[in-house]
């Protein structure tokens, strides 16, 4: 069972910066995929990025794109947000999930929250205006 453990939320104001981290711990980090999804009040959760392991592919929404980094620690077991010129529109909990990748596996929704089996309790971060 792979724990996830996210940090790093809180208030900014609007063009600015936020890094939330997610650390993982009970699995083997190297062969899992790491996302971060977001939830703003009264919407559906939706996908931001995933950092694939691997080949280290990384995607994308198109509305963090050119905003937002994730990067991989693989030796710290961590995987970080870098968010920047942040809009109030990025208010939202944030949530890192997980799923087990093999080498040579199929193909999956990586911005389907059900193709992620480990999630963590969320972080909350508010963009003012």
């Known amino acids: 069972q792979v724990q996830l453990v996210e940090s790093g939320g809180g208030l900014v104001q609007a063009g600015g910066s936020l890094r939330l981290s997610c650390a993982a711990s009970?699995?083997?980090?190297?062969?899992?995929?790491m996302a971060w999804f977001r939830q703003a009040p009264g919407k559906e959760r939706e996908f931001v990025v995933v950092?694939?392991?691997?080949?280290?592919?990384?995607n994308y929404s198109d509305s963090v794109k050119g905003r937002f980094t994730i990067s991989r620690e693989n030796a710290k077991n961590t995987v970080n947000l870098q968010m920047t010129s942040l809009k109030p529109e990025d208010t939202a909990v944030y949530y890192c999930?997980?799923?087990?990748?093999?080498?040579?596996?199929?193909?999956?929704?990586?911005?389907?929250?059900?193709?992620?089996?480990?999630w963590g309790q969320g972080a909350q971060v508010t963009v003012s205006s």
């Open positions: 009970g699995g083997t980090f190297g062969d899992h995929a």
């Open positions: 950092a694939r392991p691997f080949r280290g592919d990384t």
């Open positions: 999930a997980a799923r087990r990748e093999q080498l040579f596996g199929g193909s999956y929704d990586y911005i389907s929250q059900t193709s992620y089996a480990y």
